[in-house]
């Protein structure tokens, strides 16, 4: 299973930096992406992560910075500059250790951790 941490309440133009890890399974062999969803909204695309390729939404380019740390067996959300609109659940999930492409849907990962909050005042 995953598990996504470090969201919290912070300012528009603060930051966050959120963590992905994993139980049983290594995160370096697997695409991992991180999703987001604002209440009463579908859940979009973020950004995601295969070896060292990665892919940002339009809404984030710039601004937010996906990492791994394959000793730490942990993927990292970096979010600066941070807007009212970032706000929602942050989600990341993984496509499994087959799979070497990237994906924008949701429908695509296999695994997903259970989400962490990122509130951001205006």
């Known amino acids: 299973q995953l598990q996504a941490s470090g969201g919290g309440l912070v300012q528009a133009g603060g930051s966050l930096r959120l963590s992905c890890t994993a139980s049983?399974?290594?995160?370096?062999?697997?695409?991992v992406g991180w999703f987001r969803q604002a209440p009463g909204k579908v859940r979009e695309f973020v950004a995601a992560?295969?070896?060292?390729?990665?892919v940002y939404a339009d809404s984030v380019k710039g601004r937010f910075t996906i990492s791994r740390d394959n000793v730490e067996n942990t993927v990292y959300l970096q979010m600066d500059a941070l807007k009212h609109e970032d706000t929602a659940i942050y989600f990341c999930a993984g496509r499994g250790s087959a799979v070497t492409v990237i994906s924008r849907s949701h429908t695509q990962y296999r695994y997903w951790g259970q989400g962490t909050l990122v509130t951001v005042s205006s």
């Open positions: 992560i295969s070896g060292s390729a990665t």
């Open positions: 049983g399974r290594t995160l370096s062999h697997n695409v």
